[in-house]
């Protein structure tokens, strides 16, 4: 299966620890997003890639988080000095550019910060 | 700005009835795509259908249909003869159509968490 990856599933951590999680999109798509789902609601956009470079962050992306994608291929998603209001599942999708309505998503990351 | 609303936060219903998600969309654009997910207890997100604005026709797929009604921002779910594997939160989204520099980020409603009881 060439579907959408991330790892680790499920990371506990204590406050003011960093962690990062990596997505790895469908290999000939060429957009990456990353989404955050907190109990009880629907996924709310973080940011995007097109190919390596980051074209959008949405406010929610505070300063303590910071995404990447290095080759265009795999991104990955760092949180420092993380705090209990980070605990959420964290999403990746990718499409291509031309078709960017179609996003596959991956399984997500689930981040408990205790 | 773009917003969707899922007024039903949790819905239960016995095997073999009929239910109907309710999805009501606020968007400025002309052109914009309309969604629907399904999210089993596992977590991920499953596809089950885009919708195009320019598209008012109605849809069936098995024993789901859905009803785009653009006078009314409305694009309604319904899941005929109801089986408990259909429990799931489901989540009715929102993207503009993709043109030059467009994130094409989807908005994503609160999600209806669907319970259907053997």
């Known amino acids: 299966d060439t579907g959408v990856s991330q790892n680790p599933r499920h990371k506990i951590t204590k406050r003011g620890q960093n962690v990062t999680f990596r997505c790895d999109p469908i290999?000939?798509?060429?957009?990456l997003y990353w989404y955050r789902q907190t109990l009880g609601q629907g996924p709310e956009f973080l940011t995007y890639?097109?190919?390596?470079?980051?074209?959008?962050k949405s406010r929610l992306l505070s300063d303590r988080f910071s995404a990447e994608r290095p080759k265009g291929s795999f991104s990955t998603l760092e949180i420092q000095r993380t705090e209990q209001g980070d605990s959420a599942m964290y999403l990746c999708a990718s499409s291509l550019a031309s078709t960017a309505y179609e996003q596959y998503f991956g399984p997500g990351t689930r981040l408990t910060v205790t | 700005a773009q917003k969707v609303t899922q007024a039903q936060t949790e819905i239960s219903v016995v095997e073999k009835e009929d239910v109907t998600l309710d999805c009501v969309y606020e968007t400025r654009d002309t052109t914009y795509y309309l969604f629907w997910y399904k999210q089993p207890p596992s977590g991920e997100l499953v596809f089950l259908i885009r919708r195009n604005s320019f598209d008012e026709q109605n849809e069936i797929s098995g024993r789901y249909s859905w009803n785009f009604q653009k006078s009314t921002s409305s694009f309604n779910f319904t899941i005929t003869a109801s089986q408990v594997v259909d429990s799931a939160v489901y989540f009715c989204?929102?993207?503009?159509?993709?043109?030059?520099?467009?994130?094409?980020?989807?908005?994503f409603g609160t999600g209806t968490l669907l319970a259907v009881q053997p």
């Open positions: 290999s000939e798509h060429n957009r």
């Open positions: 989204a929102l993207s503009a159509v993709n043109y030059g520099g467009a994130t094409n980020k989807l908005i």
């Open positions: 890639f097109q190919n390596e470079a980051q074209l959008e």
